[in-house]
């Protein structure tokens, strides 16, 4: 997606070790126009699959997840990774090892919101390692629902997340796919 | 606004002791068009005070505060509750008391996204306490910028948080004002 891409280059910083900075327009200051078209053009590609409820994490799934499921007209669920008072006692939760936290993170949603009548569209800004998506793909099977798409603003290609998710055999769709980023640069794969 | 005020009374819970869960629309789940409607009237009732950025605490708040700014045609900044690696050493923090975590947590904002240039509008979810907002409001403050407003979705008029926010002197905007909470009713003061 073009203006994505455009925009990750104009404001994008490349910190080294693989660590892309974008908390300028994504996940910390969020341009919500820029927001919206990634939600329209996610919801574009997702319109054939059925999906009856966004599926995300807290806390920077939750500008891309709401701009796309408000394009298909769909609640959005995001996990949380603590269980507030409001939560009833039994939960569904995973573990997933956080990249940015360097530890495990618990990822809890409300049986009251994911059944096993769900169609689930997976939204996150980021697949890199993949290891968040597949804390959702899990919670999404033990809810007993139906995983119908994995959509992402901006995949990492060279952390290989995409392959472990491969064999679920749902569409996986990014606006902005990286493939490597060197020193200075930060090189699209398409 | 009438259509929040019925959809608190339709899927809202009482659950005692002040607590209001609605994690059916607003903080867990969410409904993206009514979160869009919501925005929308904040957007109408701060249209005249000049605002540059809105501000918000993650992570509630995130989804109001983006829809808010979409029809603002403004950029949005969460203050995040821990720092991550992407954020500069040098912060912009507060401590404010968590009433739902019973502890402090940190609100942290990157200078690079809040100057002494802007007018801020803040948004938030809840309108309790208010301490969560004092801490926006003196992040606000440490940052040289200029608070325009305060806006919420819900303002639980028994906590009294707008006593401490009232000598500010920005006006303040609630969506729905509760009045009470008794044992069965949400008693709106509108």
Not at 15 to 25: T, Y
Not at 70 to 88: E, N, Q
Request: net charge neutral; glycine share 10%.
């Amino acid at each position: 997606m073009e203006i994505l891409k455009q925009r990750i280059w104009k404001d994008g910083k490349n910190l080294g070790n693989g660590i892309l900075k974008v908390d300028g327009f994504i996940n910390h200051q969020v341009d919500p126009a820029l927001m919206d078209a990634c939600g329209r053009e996610l919801a574009r590609r997702f319109a054939g699959v059925g999906a009856t409820k966004v599926l995300t994490a807290e806390i920077s799934g939750i500008a891309p997840a709401l701009a796309t499921a408000r394009h298909l007209g769909l609640p959005v669920v995001y996990a949380r990774k603590s269980k507030p008072i409001t939560m009833p006692d039994q939960v569904l939760l995973t573990l997933a090892p956080s990249h940015t936290k360097g530890r495990m993170v618990e990822l809890i949603v409300s049986p009251e919101f994911l059944g096993a009548r769900e169609r689930v569209l997976i939204i996150d800004d980021f697949l890199a390692s993949g290891q968040t998506i597949l804390g959702l793909v899990r919670l999404t099977k033990v809810a007993g629902a139906t995983l119908v798409g994995i959509g992402t603003l901006i995949e990492k290609c060279f952390e290989g997340g995409r392959d472990g998710l491969l064999s679920i055999g749902v569409p996986i769709e990014a606006l902005a796919s990286i493939a490597e980023m060197t020193d200075d640069e930060i090189i699209f794969s398409d």
